[in-house]
């Protein structure tokens, strides 16, 4: 059996499917499979004794030292079998004892590196574990020890004074050379390492704060245009003047305050009925403006020059509401769309006479072709009736660069109010922790 061996989730399932009498699991956090098998153990506790210990809290997760199912189902399953899991925050070890054996390892964190591989799939409950019979791990993050944990150390890295053979160490065969290390110094200066701890100085702006795109386009059809000809609409005008002239119509202005019937909703959440069917309000476009205006002062934070910031533990409920607002514009727009096609030739025909009467009054010898801004006018209303509205919602971390930023802090500072500053916590220690670090090294 190794001493030094390579850790990952197929190692541990291992060893927790061949325990016979006693499992001590000690980590971080857990991910899901390994939760899966070490809940499963739970309910043979009268013939099992079993005890966990990890840390629960959220950077636990964040940082990749286990994950938010791997928690939630060893809760589960600890309730269900009423064993009580033991909390020690800070924790970042690991410890698995399986019997007689005893498994030391370093948990990896996740979210900057893999965790080296064992072995390709975990044995199954009836096979006996041998993940750790392998000469020497490619990348050994724990260690298996046995009854004489000190003799065994000295015997797998050969050290001095233990009669061991250098050649039979499991780790530490090859000496550090003057060029190895010349070569390391050498790639540091061209590329020499952040004096900063990058995680700890973004962590409270990654993990509470994300900027947000939020775009809506062509939700308000009643601005919309109808262009006509120069020719067309101001016949008075004289030769090449008639080319360059261009008129709009805002032919849809009245439908602004159009009320249409769509799907209501409560808090981002569709109202139903007692017969669990869709209730319906009627919204215009005026109303929706107010509904979105109404979103974005409720959820997000203006940040001059850089953007817009959301609080990530409202993101849910702000993409919940936003989800709600695009139903009601859509369902808007499809009404007004079909008001528009009832209504067309109203429109136009309306449209072709003050355009008619326009050009009476000018005096003009050659007036318009009625049909000819008809036809026009048709095109273009028909255009316009096909564009549907569009809502662009991106979100977007928090970079290392803007975190450094004087004007960028500051002025999170002033847009955050009281309640969201208290929750941010006091985040400008960990750049002055890092400006200290900055002039302890120059």
């Not at 990890?54 to 060893?74: H, K, N, S, T």
């Not at 090859?174 to 061209?190: I, S």
């Not at 409270?204 to 994300?210: A, G, I, N, P, Y």
């Given at each position: 059996m190794s001493t030094f061996c390579a850790i990952d989730d197929n190692a541990l399932i291992g060893l927790i499917r061949s325990a016979q009498k006693r499992i001590v699991f000690i980590a971080p956090g857990l991910h899901k499979t390994v939760a899966e098998a070490l809940g499963?153990?739970?309910?043979?506790?009268?013939?099992?004794?079993?005890?966990?210990?990890?840390?629960?809290?959220?950077?636990?997760?964040?940082?990749?030292?286990?994950?938010?199912?791997?928690?939630?189902?060893?809760?589960?399953y600890a309730s269900q079998n009423f064993i009580g899991l033991r909390a020690q925050p800070g924790l970042r070890v690991g410890v698995l004892l399986v019997d007689e054996q005893t498994l030391i390892w370093s948990p990896t964190p996740r979210s900057v590196e893999a965790p080296p591989c064992s072995a390709e799939a975990p044995p199954s409950s009836s096979e006996q574990a041998s993940l750790f019979t392998a000469p020497q791990a490619p990348s050994p993050n724990g260690l298996m020890l046995g009854s004489n944990p000190a003799q065994q150390l000295a015997k797998a890295v050969a050290a001095e004074g233990s009669n061991s053979n250098l050649m039979d160490t499991e780790i530490g065969k090859?000496?550090?050379?003057?060029?190895?290390?010349?070569?390391?110094?050498?790639?540091?200066?061209?590329n020499p390492p952040i004096d900063v701890d990058l995680a700890r100085v973004t962590?409270?702006?990654?993990?509470?704060?994300?900027?947000?795109?939020?775009?809506?386009?062509?939700?308000?059809?009643?601005?919309?245009?109808?262009?006509?000809?120069g020719?067309?609409?101001?016949?008075?005008?004289?030769?090449?003047?008639?080319h360059l002239i261009q008129s709009r119509l805002r032919a849809f202005a009245d439908l602004k305050g159009e009320e249409i019937e769509v799907p209501a909703y409560v808090n981002g959440k569709a109202a139903l009925d007692t017969e669990q069917k869709p209730i319906l309000e009627k919204v215009s476009e005026a109303s929706l403006q107010r509904l979105r205006n109404d979103i974005e002062k409720r959820y997000l934070y203006d940040i001059t020059g850089f953007g817009r910031l959301i609080a990530k533990d409202e993101k849910s409920d702000f993409e919940a509401r936003v989800n709600a607002y695009k139903a009601q514009v859509l369902a808007h727009s499809e009404g007004l769309r079909k008001l528009i096609e009832q209504q067309a030739n109203q429109i136009i025909d309306e449209a072709v006479d003050l355009v008619m009467a326009r050009a009476e009054r000018s005096g003009a010898g050659n007036l318009p072709n009625p049909d000819q801004i008809r036809e026009v006018l048709h095109e273009g209303l028909m255009k316009a009736k096909a564009d549907t509205p569009t809502i662009k919602l991106v979100f977007k971390d928090v970079t290392y660069e803007q975190t450094q930023n004087k004007d960028f802090r500051l002025r999170v500072e002033k847009a955050l109010p009281p309640p969201k500053r208290k929750q941010l916590g006091n985040?400008?220690?960990h750049f002055e922790a890092a400006r200290e670090s900055e002039q302890a090294s120059a």
């Open positions: 499963k153990r739970f309910a043979e506790v009268d013939k099992l004794d079993v005890t966990v210990v990890i840390d629960p809290d959220e950077e636990v997760c964040r940082i990749g030292y286990g994950e938010e199912a791997g928690l939630r189902l060893v809760n589960e090859h000496a550090v050379t003057p060029d190895q290390v010349q070569q390391t110094l050498e790639e540091l200066k061209k962590r409270v702006f990654s993990t509470k704060l994300q900027f947000v795109e939020f775009e809506v386009k062509g939700a308000k059809l009643s601005t919309t245009q109808l262009s006509v000809p020719k067309l609409l101001n016949a008075d005008a004289k030769g090449e003047l008639q985040w400008s220690e």
